[in-house]
Each structure stands twice: as structure tokens, then as C-alpha cells.
């Protein structure tokens, strides 16, 4: 594992401001890790004044932190910085750097001979990539990753055991997808005639962005007519489903088991919740939040936090709609005891 003293870690924190670092110039740190787990020669980071008492209590001989907690803790040795994740983030790269490519190709691999593989580039055992296929420099393909014809995929792409790209999808640069996904497979589209449902051919692509996460076991469905797009930083969690025909901005993030049935519209900026479902045709604008365990069934009007079923409730909604449950929960039972005692005393009621 890679260890770093003060000197470098101020050459890779250009913007940061050191700050009682005298007695730690000699120390090697070996890891960044959490307070209350550091020991003598780990860096550690203080998120929010939550763990304030726990960062003076830590064996940590530095914490990163921003610059309204650096008041609180005067006495350590202090990385300050405007965003403390961002630069814990950075520190832990430096520990555990990413894999490199190195242009190793395994002898168990299939490419067509119109295909065009860029330098630098790793590619696993029993790949296969179709006629026509580009493939950009500096990319690691997994073993088991199988590319159909005419596929694009830019420069400094990673992508995962067993992954799939069907025909004519295209990929921005710098693509990083986990094991097992599916882009560009046909969409879910048909008509019902003749006693039977009849399949739609689904003839557009997936075309994807630049600087895309996708997880594990995710499907991006290729387009009816028209393209499924997905735009530049977007970032999907496992098992995040795009079906056919959604247009998808940038920078938007899904997190796991949630998906967008046909013809969805994202803005930019949109943020999802884990187990969400979206119906098909729907627009959210961008910036709209959809809170975990949601479902949509008409368009948002506003940018604001959207929560429940296919209530149509923002968020402080919603949570009036919960009280207002409750009340009527607690107001029965209190009915019930009204008319017991009524019941007692003798005191006759009429239903009106």
C-alpha cells in the first residue's frame, strides 16, 4: 500500500490550508479511515459538528475538515478545505489508486477484423467484438464482455465482467460500468391484436454520454424509433433500469432497483431514490428529487421534493398527509370510547 507525508500531501492538496502540522512533518501515513478507527499513523476527516468530541478523542494525527470546524479544534493537526468529502475522496485514491491499463489482450478473444481497438488497451478473456466496432485507447474490458456490430465506446472506459453492448450503441468517454449490465437490448413494446401481443421492432440505439457510472445488473433498452439517451456524469446505482425512448440529462444520479418506464424525460441534475418507479411518458424538470420508495404517475410541476405512491405530494405534503392519517387513526379510536360511555350513562345517540 502507497504511504504519504505531509510534504506530498500538500503538493496533491494544492488548495488546502495546513494548519498545526509542526509535530507531524516526519510521520508516513499509511490509510485514511474513520475517527473512531485511526491509529497513530491514519488520517482521518470530520464530516459535520456531530463528531466534533469524537475527532478530539481520536488517535488520528490529522483530520481533514472544513473551515467553520477548524474553530472547533484548535488544538489538531488540521487539512482544511472547502469540501471535505471531495478531498478525502482524492487522499484515498492516492492509497488505493486505480487500476491502469497496460494493452494486454488475452488469446482467448474474438474481434472482427473491421473492428478497430484503440492503443493501450486491456481486453479480457472470451471477449468478442462484432464488425465495424470501435473500442477507444486506454480501456479495460473484463473477461466475458461481449460487444455486437457497429458499437462505439470512447477512451478510458472500464467496463465489467460480463457486460453486454448491443448493436449500434454508442459510449461516451471515460464509461465505467460494474459486472453483468445490458445496453442497448430491444425495448419492452408491443401491440395486443389477434388474440396475442405482436412485437414493435425496436429499431433506435442507446447513446450514452461522457463520464457515465453505471452498477451491476442495470438494462438501458434501445429506442422504439428514436434513440434512448442518457447524458454526460450521470451516475446509476445496480439494478437501475432505463427503458425505451427515455431521454435522460446530465449529472442525473438513480440509486438501486429503480426504474423509468418508456419514454421517460429527466431533466438535468435529477436525483432518484432507491426503489422508485417512474411511469412512462412522464417529464421531470430539472432538479426534481424523488424520495426513496416512490412512484410517479403524473409529471411534477415544480422542482421540489416528490415523495409517496401516486399521490402527487411534495415532501412537506406528504408528511401533512401522514399526520392527517394518524389523526384520523387516533380520532376513531376515540370515537369508540365516546360511545361506550355513552353507552353507560345511558345517554341515547342519533346516527344523522
Known sequence: M????????????????FQNTDSIVSVSFTGLTSLSLASTTEISFVANKTFVNDAKASKAPLLVVSSDLAELLTEKALIIVPKVELTTAKIIRHFFPEKQPTGKQSA???IDPTAKVGSNTDIGHFVTIGKDSVIGKDCIIEDGVKIGDRVQIGDGARIGKNC??????????????FGNSSFGGDGFGFVFAEGKHNKIPQVGRV????????GSNCTIDRGALTD???GNGCKFDNMVHIAHNCTVGDHVIIAGQSGLAGSVTLGNHVIIGGACAISDHLTLIDGTIVAGGSSLRNSPKT?????????GLTFPEFQKYRVNIKNIVN?????KRIENIEKKVGIETKES
Do not use: C, Y
Not at 6 to 14: E, G, I, V
Not at 164 to 177: A, E, L, M, N, P
Not at 331 to 335: A, E, R, S, V
Open 2 to 17: 502507497n504511504q504519504i507525508n505531509l510534504s506530498t500531501l500538500q503538493s496533491l492538496l494544492p488548495e488546502a490550508k
Open 108 to 110: 482467448h478473444i474474438i
Open 164 to 177: 453486454v453492448f448491443f448493436d449500434d450503441t454508442i459510449v461516451g468517454k471515460r464509461f465505467i460500468v
Open 207 to 214: 447513446v450514452i454520454g461522457d463520464d457515465v457510472e453505471v
Open 228 to 230: 434512448t439517451t442518457v
Open 303 to 311: 422542482k421540489d421534493v416528490w415523495v409517496g405512491w401516486d399521490l
Open 331 to 335: 380520532l376513531n379510536k376515540w370515537l
